[in-house]
């Protein structure tokens, strides 16, 4: 059974950081594409970044592109979002996602909430 | 970016009623469309892939259709437990988009 469990989410003041991680289980983890899916309370999804099997390659939304670092470890089986310069926007529940045909399946989130 | 216009917002609908769910993309996105059931505090779940591939474990009632920028995604014979909010998704082109989401009510 495929599963990703979050981590590392809580309570950050603007401007600081805030690591997330992802641990996956259930499926071979190097073979796949994975991403970052947040969604603010009562609002919508929104693809946050995204990085390619071996890590080599990513991809991030415009709003948080030089702010927010994906990675990896295959060697671990998890996945990582280093968040810096956190804004208030950035609150959210941030979902870690497998990549293949889209997305198919999803941890069950993990809650950031950026106020002073 | 590619723009997914979802419509309606929201759903009133009877038990055993069909309703129909569009979206729209700013271009055409080559099938590769998804759709997504969620509901209130949960992760969202693939219903759907490349416009109209159910999932293993997706009822039959649900169903999608469409090409070029024009795809609809519908579930016929509503039953309570549809009763969510439903998201489409285009792959074809990072940045990945979603649609604003239809919220599905009991009337």
């Known amino acids: 059974e495929v599963q990703l469990v979050e981590s590392g989410g809580g309570l950050v003041q603007p401007g600081r950081s805030l690591k997330l991680s992802c641990a996956a289980s259930?499926?071979?983890?190097?073979?796949?594409?994975m991403a970052w899916v947040c969604q603010a309370p009562t609002k919508g999804l929104e693809w946050v970044a995204s990085?390619?099997?071996?890590?080599?390659?990513?991809y991030y939304r415009d709003s948080v592109k030089g702010r927010f670092t994906i990675s990896r470890d295959n060697a671990k089986n998890t996945l990582y979002l280093q968040m810096d310069s956190l804004r208030s926007e950035d609150t959210a529940t941030y979902y870690c996602?497998?990549?293949?045909?889209?997305?198919?399946?999803w941890g069950q989130g993990v809650m950031v909430t950026v106020s002073s | 970016d590619i723009q997914m216009t979802q419509s309606p917002p929201s759903l009133s609908a009877s038990l055993g009623d069909k309703v129909t769910i569009t979206c729209q993309a700013s271009q055409n996105i080559n099938k590769y469309i998804a759709w997504y059931q969620q509901k209130p505090g949960k992760a969202p779940r693939l219903l759907i892939r490349y416009t109209s591939t159910l999932e293993s474990g997706t009822p039959s009632r649900f169903s999608g259709s469409g090409s070029g920028r024009d795809y609809s995604f519908s579930i016929s014979n509503v039953e309570s437990e549809d009763i969510a909010s439903y998201y489409c998704l285009q792959y074809d082109n990072l940045p990945y988009t979603f649609g604003a989401g239809t919220k599905l009510e009991l009337k």
């Open positions: 996602a497998r990549h293949t045909m889209g997305i198919d399946y």
């Open positions: 990085i390619s099997t071996g890590g080599g390659n990513t």
């Open positions: 259930g499926f071979t983890f190097s073979n796949y594409g």
